[in-house]
């Protein structure tokens, strides 16, 4: 089977720099993106990573070794705005018809004044 | 540019019921996907549409049916409708190009209860 683990809950405070975690167990891995959603809302895509190393997008970072099965989202310069769910999610190469999802069960950000 | 869009916004239903969900990809995308999202959990993977066909299922049981249409809208419906199925019904759609990841933009969903 496939599974994903993040934790719950993570608290900082603003100008701070946090890291969310997600180690996971899947077979036919392709990639591990980051989405972002806040009470109420639609996810919203973050970053992807397919290859080992670090992705940059302002103030977001992801990171990825798939040798580890493990990667983890910095975020820089927290904002209140921040405060919301985090989830990573797994894409995985289904033959030919491209890949689906298997997502992590998410980590609240709370970002404090 | 519209993004996905999905209707209705919010429904609520009784147990037994059949509920059908809509949803319009975002403009030049051509995949859609369904997931469920019950309360502080993940997105879980119903099923994805691709010219017109279910391509890939999650573990749901076949109450889930889906359809695509011509012009990459998609329909989600719920048959025989049970408590567990009160959850925020996502679409996502994406564009398929071979050997690249999919992207998936998420709409704003539709929170359905079941009373």
């Known amino acids: 089977g496939q599974s994903l683990e993040q934790p719950s809950e993570v608290t900082a405070v603003e100008g701070a720099i946090v890291q969310i975690n997600c180690t996971y167990q899947t077979s036919g891995f392709y990639g591990l993106s980051w989405y972002q959603q806040h009470d109420g809302g639609a996810p919203t895509f973050l970053s992807y990573?397919?290859?080992?190393g670090l992705e940059e997008t302002g103030r977001f970072s992801s990171f990825l070794s798939r040798s580890d099965s493990y990667g983890y989202l910095l975020l820089q310069e927290l904002q209140m705005k921040d405060s919301a769910s985090y989830f990573c999610?797994?894409?995985?190469?289904?033959?030919?018809?491209?890949?689906?999802?298997?997502f992590g069960p998410g980590t609240r950000l709370s970002v404090l004044p | 540019d519209a993004g996905v869009t999905q209707s209705p916004t919010h429904l609520i239903k009784t147990r037994g019921q059949q509920v059908t969900l809509r949803c319009s990809p975002k403009?030049?995308?051509?995949?859609v996907s369904w997931y469920q999202q019950a309360l502080g959990q993940g997105p879980q993977f119903i099923f994805q549409?691709?010219?017109?066909?279910?391509?890939q299922r999650g573990n749901f049981p076949d109450r889930f049916s889906g359809h695509q249409f011509p012009n990459y809208s998609s329909e989600l419906n719920v048959n025989a409708l049970l408590l567990g199925d009160s959850a925020l019904y996502l679409c996502a759609s994406s564009f398929r190009l071979a050997g690249a990841p999919d992207t998936q933009y998420f709409g704003p969903g539709t929170r359905l209860t079941v009373l």
């Open positions: 403009s030049g995308h051509d995949t």
């Open positions: 549409y691709y010219e017109e066909e279910e391509r």
């Open positions: 999610a797994v894409s995985r190469q289904r033959d030919n018809y491209g890949q689906n999802f298997v």
């Open positions: 990573n397919a290859l080992d």
